[in-house]
């Protein structure tokens, strides 16, 4: 408003309010606001710009009491609500840059081209992602937060404790200093006690993963596997020089820290932890019996997947409890670069069926990853003596849920007989079924 009412002239000022609706010309309203910003006393003025650091740089929008914490955080030992400041003197500091979405409670930028204007003047902002660890952990370290019972069964009477349980990782892995990494290293020692990694995990993991022990807690979730968790390589490299941390220790359901740096596709942790003697890269968990290599497959990490199979202390073809291979999680998911790396593996069981009797062409078929399917059938022409005649099945497949691309990729491939009888109906959507062929059907 100020910079348009700055204009002199009725017409003037009617073609900044065109170029603003537009999402023209704010570049010089947001720099002019920030000058003021930087006007305001100043207590004001830092406050403000700590609010716009954390509204932009959050990893998810953040809930009104959850900032007014945040930003009430100060000293080593608790939190004082003394402290905290009022939304409207935070909203007040920011001078309109920064509002409350009032269906959700969360804060937002004003407009969309801010977040871009912010993004192109980095240097607004110090080490903004430093900035918010270093907040997140402090808390987390404070006496009232590790008084909390990670067997509660309900969320803590804490505003803050779920954003910085769930996010220091990420912002500390982004930028990591030397005060953010000593007070990781404070919260990660017994980390499995605190409520954090509760969290951490409830987030983490699907409902049906049943992510914590039986009495709700998350029993052998250490520190070593929370930094892998989050992929924060040089906290990772504390604990392991430290050597306070077993590297192959293992949580409730098995895993490993490379299982769960795997899992989430850290590159970098992956590469520190295979260049140890004492880490087991094979070693599957007690509730899937799946592999770190299964996790990448499964999820889709090319580059970690890459770095494991360049191992030779790894079977590409060890199963979990379902009889599904790294190959068939990775067809499952349409991972076509995952899949292509596996199949470059001498020793890759390309057909091996899991415990339906399906075997990974038949999944890519019916979920209708038509590039899965190009992959698989050029390694099949490629390594098989015989020609391509008894994918009928599978074919029939693709057909029944309706994928006409992946149907036109089986019809164009030399040496199948699409006329070929299906060699087992029973398992067919359609059911009942038995040796009819797709045109006679």
């Not at 404790?161 to 020692?189: P, R």
Request: some cysteine; hydrophobic content about 35%; overall charge neutral.
């Amino acid at each position: 408003m100020d910079a348009i009412l700055g204009e002199i002239t009725l017409i003037r000022r009617r073609r900044k309010l065109d170029e603003m609706t537009k999402g023209e010309g704010l570049g010089d309203a947001y720099t002019a606001t920030l000058s003021r910003m930087d006007a305001q006393p100043r207590s004001r003025s830092k406050l403000g710009m700590q609010v716009l650091m954390w509204v932009s740089h959050a990893e998810r929008p953040l809930h009104v009491d959850e900032l007014c914490h945040a930003l009430g955080v100060e000293g080593s030992t608790d939190l004082d609500i003394r402290n905290i400041p009022a939304i409207e003197t935070l909203l007040a500091s920011s001078l309109g840059l920064v509002t409350v979405e009032k269906s959700s409670s969360t804060l937002r930028l004003v407009h969309y081209t801010l977040q871009e204007y912010l993004s192109h003047n980095p240097n607004l902002f110090h080490k903004p992602h430093s900035m918010i660890a270093e907040v997140c952990l402090t808390y987390l370290n404070f006496q009232h937060v590790r008084s909390f019972s990670p067997a509660l069964r309900s969320a803590p009477t804490a505003p803050f404790v779920e954003y910085a349980s769930c996010s220091w990782g990420t912002h500390a892995k982004f930028e990591t200093t030397e005060n953010v990494k000593n007070l990781a290293l404070n919260l990660l020692n017994g980390y499995e006690k605190h409520i954090s990694s509760k969290m951490v995990l409830l987030r983490g993991m699907r409902a049906e993963e049943q992510p914590l022990d039986r009495g709700d807690t998350p029993k052998g979730f250490t520190g070593l596997h929370g930094a892998a968790y989050f992929g924060c390589l040089e906290i990772t490299l504390a604990l392991l020089e430290a050597n306070t941390s077993d590297v192959q220790a293992t949580d409730f359901h098995g895993n490993t820290a490379i299982s769960w740096a795997a899992r989430r596709g850290h590159e970098r942790v992956v590469r520190a932890l295979l260049e140890r003697s004492d880490v087991n890269i094979d070693t599957p968990d007690t509730r899937y019996c799946r592999t770190p290599l299964s996790w990448a497959a499964e999820h889709g990490h090319e580059r970690v997947t890459k770095m494991l199979l360049e191992r030779n202390d790894v079977n590409p073809n060890k199963a979990d409890h379902c009889s599904q291979t790294p190959l068939s999680l990775a067809v499952n998911n349409g991972h076509g670069g995952v899949v292509r790396m596996l199949l470059e593996r001498r020793d890759i069981s390309a057909n091996k069926v899991d415990s339906l009797s399906r075997t990974p062409l038949s999944r890519a078929a019916e979920k209708g990853h038509e590039r899965v399917i190009k992959v698989l059938l050029e390694w099949t022409i490629a390594n098989c003596d015989t020609a391509v005649t008894e994918y009928g099945q599978t074919l029939s497949w693709a057909a029944a849920n309706g994928h006409e691309g992946v149907v036109r990729v089986f019809l164009e491939c030399k040496g199948l007989n699409p006329d070929h009888p299906t060699l087992n109906m029973a398992e067919h959507p359609s059911g009942g079924l038995q040796r009819t062929g797709m045109r006679g059907s």
